[in-house]
């Protein structure tokens, strides 16, 4: 096959930032996605209405601007003494989702949740609302490589405390991860990055260090790939695409960040990746129709297509260096 149309693809799990760089973020996103979720790691984070609401419309301006069409839609970050109303207010505002980070797990997270009760009364909020809580799941306290796996069981325990939540369990990275999601009730979906499924801990460091292959949480085994895979490909509504597409500047990645800027190249890694298991048939239905369906919106209109055309990717784009740097992709993604 040399080229494949899907509908409009969406992206559940992208950081935007703020600031100057915000714009071209935002535009190479809007480039290839119909609608996307914008993280609320920003500083300071978006934890109430008003933030929320001048978030999105920055980022709206941006998108404008640019000349795509595309639909920002908020997160906000969830945080202890929240409070139920700022929730709901939340909601009002137009959130679809509520972004859990455990204290101290990632980029900007130190002001997050220690622990489940610590949020008691802001996740029965979330549940009343109708929001999706968002998870990145690991437990910080964890060893690097199993802080995903250490943190199942408070993501259970969540999902059994809160009947009707529904929750997105973020950027799967093992595969006990992928087993625990089909455990448990339809409620539960996740997503899957290209990054995770392209790559493992060998090209991180396997050979000379590729510090723009070094995310959160860290990539792992070849049989975790496969796992992820399997499930991508599977057809499951439960997994969706979240690119957690991160960029930093080369000055933060020096100093050791942790984000992989995708957003230039995820849709050529995704073909590449469900082509090699035979299913290029299911990328649609990976990045264009289960994470609307779960998320509850209709499916975008457009066309996206990919073509086999290889392209070497620039050593940087909008600042930032992509996992697949100087390399040749196989497959171009154009909207039509
Ligand atoms: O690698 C990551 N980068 N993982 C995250 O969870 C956050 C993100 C960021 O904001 O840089
Ligand atoms: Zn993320």
């Known amino acids: 096959m040399n080229s494949l ?19 071209a973020y935002a535009a190479r996103t809007a480039r290839h996605f119909g609608r996307f979720l914008a993280m609320p790691n920003v500083v300071p984070p978006l934890t109430g209405p008003a933030a929320l609401a001048d978030y999105r419309r920055a980022v709206a301006a941006a998108v404008a601007a640019s000349g ?13 003494g929240m409070g139920r109303e700022a929730v709901l207010a939340c909601a009002a505002a137009g959130a679809v989702a509520g ?10 997270a130190s002001d997050g949740v220690p622990e489940p009760a ?37 993501v259970d325990g969540i999902v059994g405390s809160y009947p009707r939540l529904r929750v997105a369990l973020e950027h799967l990275s093992c595969a006990e991860s992928v087993r625990a999601v089909l455990a448990w009730p339809e409620r539960v979906g996740a997503t899957i990055t290209a990054h995770h499924l392209s790559y493992t801990i060998d090209d991180l460091l396997g050979g000379g260090l590729r510090p723009e292959l070094f995310c959160k949480p860290v990539l792992k085994s070849a049989a975790d790939r496969a796992a992820l895979l399997e499930a991508a490909v599977s057809g499951s509504p439960r997994f969706f695409f979240g690119s957690d597409s991160a960029p930093h500047p080369p000055e933060a990645k020096a100093a050791g960040a942790a984000g992989c800027y995708t957003a230039p190249v995820a849709l050529s890694l995704l073909a590449a990746a469900f ?12 990045v264009s129709v289960s994470g609307a369906r779960f998320y509850g919106l209709g499916l ?27 390399r040749t992709l196989a497959w171009t993604a154009e909207r039509i």
């Open 5 to 23: 149309e899907i509908r409009t693809p969406d992206d559940f799990h992208v950081h935007l930032r703020q600031g100057p760089a915000m714009a």
């Open 300 to 326: 975008n209109p457009g066309v996206l297509r990919l073509s086999r055309e290889g392209w070497t990717v620039p050593a940087a784009v909008d600042g930032a260096v992509t996992p697949a740097a100087g």
């Open 118 to 154: 610590a949020v008691a009364d802001e996740l029965a909020a979330m549940q009343d609302a109708g929001l999706v809580l968002s998870i990145h799941g690991e437990d910080p306290a964890a060893p690097a490589l199993d802080r995903e796996r250490a943190f199942l069981g408070v």
């Open 275 to 286: 082509e090699e298991a035979g299913a290029l048939d299911r990328l649609e239905t990976f």
């Open 68 to 80: 795509y069409a595309s639909t920002p839609l908020a997160c906000f970050k969830l945080v202890p």
């Open 99 to 108: 972004k859990y980070y455990p204290a101290g797990s990632t980029t900007n």
